[in-house]
């Protein structure tokens, strides 16, 4: 499986964004997907994940209520929207797959990883 995320970019506080992830591979419907991200200076951090089928998902806290994780397996896509961003959201957010249809939040359970995309949010 290849990842190639995309949709980051330079935005105010309190805008939004909506990052893509597309994947290559038949095998996408049936892996676990992820968003991590990693800011200057930082360790890789978790943000969403979701499992194989969509239905299950997971938050960190920090933005929970704020960001949506989202899939569409016909496309073989993974999508974070982002909204009411604030300025420690800024990092290189990365998409990762995991071999197996159960979402996790920790890095190391993603075996497939995306060349990642940088949100900057500005105050």
């Known amino acids: 499986v290849q990842l190639q995320a995309s949709g980051g970019g330079l935005v105010q506080a309190g805008g939004s964004l909506r990052l893509s992830c597309a994947a290559s591979?038949?095998?996408?419907?049936?892996?676990?997907m992820g968003w991590f991200r990693q800011a200057p200076g930082k360790e890789r951090e978790f943000v969403a994940a979701?499992?194989?089928?969509?239905?299950?998902?997971l938050y960190a806290d920090s933005v929970k209520g704020r960001f949506t994780i989202s899939r569409d397996n016909a496309k073989n896509r993974l999508y974070l929207q982002m909204s009411s961003l604030k300025p420690e959201d800024t990092a290189v957010y990365y998409c990762?797959?995991?071999?197996?249809?159960?979402?996790?939040?920790?890095?190391?359970?993603?075996?497939?990883w995306g060349q990642g995309t940088l949100v900057t949010v500005s105050s």
């Open positions: 990762a797959a995991r071999t197996s249809a159960i979402a996790t939040i920790y890095p190391y359970d993603y075996y497939y």
């Open positions: 591979g038949r095998t996408f419907s049936s892996y676990a």
């Open positions: 979701i499992g194989w089928r969509g239905s299950s998902t």
